[in-house]
């Protein structure tokens, strides 16, 4: 499975994603290999972890975005993403999460997608803003956000 845009592949890390991911060193954080290995023992947890960005012109996995677990009793689940300093400033975190946002409310398993960012980080939050996500609170160190159906 994967999940297209005009600029981007999306597609779930799996065995045979990760084959590319290495051939390309990528490295953004221990995030994917965390979810492969907890994939291995709970292989319902497919489409519900990390996913790589990858550009359709070059081949390149640009950056891991993803779920933070299945969706919970109320349907809400959270998003986290990663794209690699050197592509940031082009739109593809923006891009990458409207389908991969899209893709989950489709689902019917999710009516509410949840993140969060440090009060700093300026690029996360225009990315969320840009999505329609609404500020639903703060604390002393997060930013929570949330969109629904």
């Given amino acids: 499975m994967k999940l297209e845009t005009q ?3 999306v597609m779930p890390c799996t065995e045979k994603t990760m084959e590319i991911a290495i051939e390309q060193s990528y490295d953004n954080g221990p995030e994917v290999s965390f979810f492969l290995a907890e994939l291995k023992e709970k292989p319902y947890l497919l489409y519900w972890g ?19 677990g299945i969706p919970n009793e109320e349907k809400v689940v959270e998003i986290g993403y ?9 739109g593809y975190a923006t891009e990458a999460l409207k389908v991969l946002i899209q893709w989950a409310f489709a689902t019917s398993k999710v009516d509410k997608v949840i993140a969060e960012t440090v009060h700093d980080n300026f690029g996360s939050i225009r990315v969320l803003e840009k999505l329609g996500m ?16």
């Fill in 134 to 149: 609404r500020r639903s609170s703060l604390t002393e160190k997060m930013i929570n956000w949330e969109a629904s159906i």
């Fill in 7 to 9: 600029r981007l592949l």
């Fill in 50 to 68: 990390s996913w790589f960005v990858i550009r359709k012109i070059d081949g390149m996995i640009i950056g891991d975005i993803g779920f933070k």
């Fill in 82 to 90: 990663g794209i690699l300093e050197s592509y940031c400033n082009n």
